[in-house]
């Protein structure tokens, strides 16, 4: 039952565009360093370091 409910839940996150799981298949195909990203990073993710004023 409960992989039933999983299942229903990635069909309808992805019909309502809230996340595409398509784009995410071909992950572990497409890992080389020369490969295309999945998604674009956001310019305001930082790593905690620089956050803090560390690096």
């Known amino acids: 039952m409960l992989l ?3 299942i229903y839940h990635l069909y309808k996150s992805q019909r309502q565009g809230k ?5 995410y298949a ?6 080389g360093l020369d490969d295309r990203l999945i998604e674009k990073r ?6 905690e370091g620089e ?3 560390m690096v």
Do not use: F, P, S, T
């Not at 071909?26 to 890992?31: F, I, T």
């Not at 956001?42 to 790593?47: E, M, S």
């Open 4 to 6: 039933y409910a999983y």
């Open 19 to 23: 996340i595409d799981y398509e784009k």
């Open 26 to 31: 071909r992950l572990a195909l497409d890992d």
């Open 42 to 47: 956001n310019g305001q993710d930082k790593k």
């Open 51 to 53: 956050v803090n004023g």
